[in-house]
């Protein structure tokens, strides 16, 4: 699980806790290991823009817990829907690099470096779409194509990966997380729950009415996991947003 130090990760880890399962979490700072090891999972602290952090991950999970039945590509960034128009061409390169480098070849690496793993247990790929993957507004133009772009790979992936491994991805919306910007645009110490008249304009226009909390999309993660219930699932972004999508 990267991405797993907070937010819909570290729910997500407490949901798999839960159900029994063993859990590797992937985190970015040491600071983070601690508490995640005194729930029971084991560690990894790494960059998951870096392939050798995937590779450990897998490593980890396999010496550990015997093998590997699913990788969740969690970990993301936003962009606080920074408009081109307001980038430099170098920030908007730069930005460009740090945010697909996160959203998608964070991807890539955990599902090539877990591949092998996971046709030894038919075992599965979940990764962390967004609202922002199928319709316009949910980021500026950087997040929102990194996001169309996720969707696409998965779709790929459950392809080149049938009929051994399963890949699927959760589209949640709106969600009360500390979600952080990119380094390049000088976001990277913003938070999106931090932003309250941010956080009631996107609820304006959700129909359940609210923001979710991180527990809310859990449950998606438990059933794509599972080889029963959803054994004949593959390829496709489950939307958990509030029915945002269907209004607009």
């Known amino acids: 699980m990267t991405g797993a130090a907070s937010g819909?990760?570290?729910?997500?880890?407490?949901?798999y806790l839960r159900e029994d399962a063993q859990v590797v979490a992937v985190v970015r700072d040491d600071g983070d290991a601690a508490a995640?090891?005194?729930?029971?999972?084991?560690?990894?602290?790494?960059?998951?823009?870096?392939y050798a952090?995937?590779?450990?991950a897998v490593a980890r999970a396999r010496d550990a817990f015997g093998g590997l039945d699913a990788y969740v590509a969690n970990a993301g960034i936003w962009d606080f829907h920074k408009r081109i128009e307001k980038q430099t061409p170098d920030q908007l390169t730069a930005a460009f690099d740090e945010i697909f480098r996160v959203n998608l070849l964070g991807?890539?690496?955990?599902?090539?470096?877990?591949?092998?793993?996971l046709r030894e247990t038919r075992g599965c790929v979940i990764a962390t779409g967004s609202n922002a993957s199928f319709r316009a507004g949910g980021g500026g133009a950087l997040y929102t194509s990194s996001k169309f772009a996720l969707r696409g790979l998965v779709m790929q992936l459950a392809t080149e990966f049938a009929p051994d491994v399963r890949v699927n991805g959760v589209a949640p919306g709106a969600t009360a997380t500390g979600l952080a910007g990119a380094s390049a645009l000088g976001q990277a110490a913003r938070r999106l729950n931090a932003d309250a008249s941010r956080m009631d304009a996107m609820r304006d226009h959700i129909p359940m009415a609210r923001i979710a909390q991180p527990e809310d999309h859990t449950g998606l993660y438990v059933l794509l996991a599972s080889r029963t219930d959803s054994a004949y699932v593959t390829g496709a972004m489950f939307l958990s947003d509030g029915g945002l999508t269907l209004a607009t």
Do not use: K, S, Y
């Open 53 to 56: 952090t995937a590779a450990g």
């Open 107 to 117: 991807v890539l690496f955990g599902a090539r470096a877990a591949i092998g793993a």
């Open 36 to 50: 995640l090891r005194a729930e029971g999972c084991e560690v990894v602290v790494g960059d998951v823009g870096e």
């Open 8 to 15: 819909i990760g570290r729910a997500v880890v407490h949901r």
